[in-house]
């Protein structure tokens, strides 16, 4: 067990619709990462958030945003949905700066099904 | 921008015998760090080992270990013994340090498919 958290485990959703995956980062943990894994495309990153602000953006499409909370949850949203979202979203977490901080721990991923 | 290549998309291997999986990467910095993390069949991502790029010695975790070549950018992975629970997909990912500013994302090859054989 990493310590990170994502719920749901699985979504089944349809064209067009928004859904909300969410992700709680190991306890002390500043940093949140977002990364989709598909089938064609690999690990992708998409988005990272570092003490509630955003720091570095990767391939996230504009129908997909994200935030991290004060108590340092996050939330990936993805909006419009397409076939082509299909896949499985990991939220990884790592340390604070100056310290043993350069290994991101990842939760057990979301999968999203879009029909 | 990084690439991380990982050129073996499957192997296989009996059970208590030794694979390396090859892993090399393209980049422009001097500071770096290096990982390989296993992906079975649960999906779940987990951290097998980890290099700095900096240390010169080759990081071992157990039954884990690796070849770090920094000048040919070569990150190598070998597990000995091999188990039948090793069977999984292993990616080799590269993460730029940033200091005191903070982590990075990190880039990742394609995978390995890793079968272990009774």
């Known amino acids: 067990d990493s310590g990170v958290t994502q719920t749901p485990k699985h979504l089944i959703t349809a064209t067009g619709q928004r859904v909300t995956l969410r992700c709680s980062p190991r306890s002390g943990d500043l940093s949140v990462y977002w990364y989709q894994q598909s089938l064609d495309q690999g690990l992708q990153f998409l988005i990272q958030?570092?003490?509630?602000?955003?720091?570095a953006k990767g391939n996230i499409l504009e129908r997909f945003s994200a935030q991290q909370f004060p108590d340092l949850h996050s939330e990936l949203n993805l909006s419009s949905l397409e076939l082509g979202d299909s896949a499985l979203y990991f939220c990884?977490?790592?340390?604070?700066?100056?310290?043993?901080?350069?290994?991101?721990?990842f939760g057990p991923g979301t999968r999203l099904t879009v029909l | 921008a990084q690439t991380v290549t990982q050129s073996q998309p499957e192997m296989s291997v009996q059970e208590a015998e030794t694979v390396t999986l090859s892993c090399t990467y393209d980049?422009?910095?001097?500071?770096?760090?290096l990982f390989w993390y296993k992906q079975p069949p649960s999906r779940q991502m987990i951290l097998v080992i980890r290099?700095?790029?900096?240390?010169?010695q080759n990081a071992t975790e157990n039954r884990f270990s690796v070849n770090f070549q920094k000048a040919a950018k070569s990150f190598s992975l070998k597990i000995s013994d091999s188990q039948l629970g090793d069977t999984a997909m292993y990616f080799c990912a590269f993460m730029k340090a940033r200091g005191n500013s903070g982590n990075t994302p990190l880039v990742f090859g394609k995978g390995t498919r890793l079968s272990v054989i009774a």
């Open positions: 990884a977490s790592s340390g604070l700066q100056g310290t043993y901080t350069d290994t991101q721990y």
């Open positions: 958030y570092y003490n509630g602000e955003e720091r």
């Open positions: 980049t422009s910095e001097n500071n770096y760090y």
């Open positions: 290099q700095e790029a900096y240390k010169q």
